[in-house]
């Protein structure tokens, strides 16, 4: 089968660098004499999210056979300052024979960043990539010459939001998501246990979690095989036990679970989804789309139904193959795809800790006072 290789959620075209937008030194209050100030509206692009019908977004990322995402070109030598309200750029220009400051184009977007130079006859990518580490806002950036550097200075959506690196990459993500989860456990669900395993095994490395496996945590109590107790005892019975499993596990935090796949897997079963909701939930999912619109429109199609119990899940990945060799890529889709989840609403992780505190009642996303009976299904009467 296809390997899997992470695609962007959005694509950009090229940019035209002759609609670069300038304005004169006399219009800037500012000492520099090769200062010059970029305004363009571009249209805006989000992240796709996707409504479960219960009142909760999810994000979709896909993964595919057929498309990898763009890489950055140009001379990877840039220094990186995060400075609160602001992130900026240094690229080192010295080394090229740029003639005047007419020579360089700067285009952004929202999420998107080229910057080109032309230079002995060749115009040359310094930097180009569709992922920014998070949104900024396009019409306030800023891009001067200061001595043998270029500078950029981009003004971030989100201030609150530590920005490891200028590019989305498994290397900032893994840095900067643990800002977000506060130290949430993720869950990972999906028909291949092998899969889930593997993925799960890459996110705990790369954040520094632990990661835990139900399928050898049941074999270890069983002291047989997850095959050979369905066959024993039939798929029902490994699924009560990995749901027992679940419930030991939905108190702990800095893990990623991978969950069993197949028929006999908990998370394949609505009723068993109350101590999943302690963390939050990666579904991979293969697929035989044979785009990414398509993989889209395939998840809508999936969480419209409601008839999978994977739908439940706050995220979900599409897979348009599998490969060992590119778990890690996977692993990156679903920190992006969690990252684009908790940015709208920081306060998911605090939800996910109360939802725990109180027992894991299933009530999730709309916890109930305290007090509530699960089995009544009705809320407390307010204390006079």
Known sequence: MAAASLISALSLSPLDPSKTLRTSLEELPLRSPRFFFKRRKLPSLTPLLLSNGNGSLKRVESVSSNHLSAAPVGTGNYEFLDSVAEVELRLDIGALDIQSSSDIFVDVDETSLLIRVKASGSLINLMETNRLFDKIRPSETVWYIDEDQLVVNLKKYDTELKWPDIKESWDSLTSGILQLLKGTSIYIIGDSTEINQEVAKELATGIGYTPLYTSELLER????????????????????????????????????????????????????????????????????????????????????????????????????????????????????????????????????????????????????????????????CPES
């Open 221 to 380: 109590y069983a002291k047989k095989s997850i095959d050979s107790w369905v066959v024993s005892e039939g798929a029902d019975s490994v699924s009560e036990a990995e749901g027992a499993v679940l419930e030991g596990l939905s108190s702990h935090v800095r893990a990623v679970v991978a969950t069993l796949g197949g028929l006999h897997g908990a998370a394949r079963r609505p009723d068993k989804w109350r101590h999943l909701y302690a963390g939050f939930t990666v579904w991979l999912s293969k697929s035989e789309a044979p785009d990414e619109a398509s993989a889209k429109e395939e998840a809508r199609r999936h969480i419209k139904d409601g008839s999978l119990a994977y739908t439940n899940a706050e995220v979900v990945v599409k897979l348009g193959g599998w490969d060992l060799k590119h778990a890690r890529d996977v692993a990156q889709g679903c920190l992006s795809a969690l990252k684009q989840l908790i940015l709208p609403d920081k306060q998911l992780t605090g939800k996910k800790s109360l939802y725990i505190r109180l027992g894991c009642r299933g009530d999730w996303p709309n916890i109930k006072p305290p007090g509530w009976d699960p089995s009544s299904g009705v809320d407390p």
